[in-house]
């Protein structure tokens, strides 16, 4: 079965600190991930996907098939990375995508 | 650009009505659009997927007679709640799927349903 596991809902840093976003994943065939934000009382918009292989707005994420991961870094968080974040799986012909719970990451001045 | 609207962005009805949500891609078209459903502090979960000129496929779980979905035209997905309940209040969200080369989901604001 497709699923998601995002295991923090909440994760709080001081400006500057490096922040980690966890995601693990579980697919039988060949995963397409994605990183989504959703800024207070904006819709939900792409970060980043792993077959860019780019970094936006200073995150960068990389695909580890061996653990099944996607987890979402960035090396000095600004507090303008306050936000909701989700991991979300696709793959397959039908192009949906399966989302994570979400991880609430609240940068602190 | 692309740019997905949704009307309204908030409804609330009494218990037995129906209510309907439009999705609207406004500057690219799309054959395959999706309907997923948020409850508060929860993620967003699939309901169905909505195929321009064919019927949607409906996830596992999600009633297709109490959810009836339309995509009438390479812009428009409607999705009725027919004879809402209390328990159908929640935040309803669609995305158009914009098919080139980065096959992106792009989303809407995003509806809030109260049912009373």
């Known amino acids: 079965a497709q699923r998601v596991t995002q295991p923090e809902k909440l994760l709080s840093v001081f400006k500057g600190a490096p922040v980690e976003l966890k995601c693990n994943y579980s697919y039988s065939g060949s995963p397409e991930l994605f990183w989504y934000v959703q800024y207070s009382r904006q819709r939900l918009q792409l970060l980043l996907r792993h077959i860019s292989r780019e970094s936006i707005k200073g995150f960068t994420a990389d695909l580890n098939k061996g653990e099944t991961s996607f987890h979402l870094k960035k090396p000095f968080a600004q507090e303008e990375d306050s936000a909701m974040y989700y991991c979300?799986?696709?793959?397959?012909?039908?192009?949906?995508?399966?989302f994570g719970t979400g991880t609430l990451l609240a940068v602190q001045p | 650009g692309a740019v997905v609207s949704q009307h309204p962005s908030w409804v609330i009805c009494k218990s037995g009505t129906s209510v309907k949500i439009e999705c609207r891609s406004l500057d690219f078209q799309a054959t395959t659009m999706f309907w997923y459903r948020q409850f508060p502090k929860q993620s967003l979960m699939l309901m169905a997927t909505s195929n321009e000129g064919s019927k949607a496929t409906y996830e596992q779980g999600v009633e297709k007679d109490k959810f009836l979905i339309n995509h009438a035209s390479l812009t428009l997905s409607t999705l009725t709640v027919t004879s809402a309940h209390p328990e159908d209040s929640s935040f309803y969200i669609c995305?158009?799927?914009?098919?080139?080369?980065?096959?992106?989901?792009?989303f809407g604001p995003g509806t809030r349903l109260t049912v009373l």
């Open positions: 995305s158009a799927f914009k098919a080139g080369h980065k096959n992106e989901q792009f």
């Open positions: 979300a799986l696709g793959g397959g012909a039908t192009n949906k995508l399966i």
